[in-house]
Nanobody, 122 residues
């Protein structure tokens, strides 16, 4: 069974930093892409950052230059380093894994983590 386990959220002051981690458990053959979405109260969920198996990255405009996504493919883990945090970054952050295959013969499925809360406040 495939599960995504997130960690690293919390309360931080404006200008501070946090590092989120998300590990995919289970016997995995390949994950095409991993990344993070976030959802603030009363707002739609939005993509924050994503990274492909080949290492290509993309970021939401408001986090460019402040957030860095990285991936340890051997450990099926993705990280989000968040610096210069702002109150508007406050949200629940959800990890995703796109097209997870447990063997080369599978079509693959997408999975989501349970979410971790990031609160930026003084």
């Amino acid at each position: 069974q495939v599960q995504l386990v997130e960690s690293g959220g919390g309360l931080v002051q404006p200008g501070g930093s946090l590092r989120l981690s998300c590990a995919v458990s289970g016997s995995i053959f390949r994950i095409d892409a991993m990344g993070w979405h976030r959802q603030a109260p009363g707002k739609q969920r939005e993509l924050v950052a994503g990274i492909t198996n080949e290492g290509s990255t993309n970021y939401e405009d408001s986090v460019k230059g402040r957030f860095t996504i990285s991936r340890d493919s051997a450990k099926n883990t993705v990280f989000l380093q968040m610096n210069s945090l702002k109150p508007e970054d406050t949200a629940a952050y959800y990890c995703y894994a796109q097209r997870v295959r447990r063997s080369r013969y599978e079509a693959g499925s997408d999975y989501w983590g349970q979410g971790t809360q990031v609160t930026v406040s003084s």
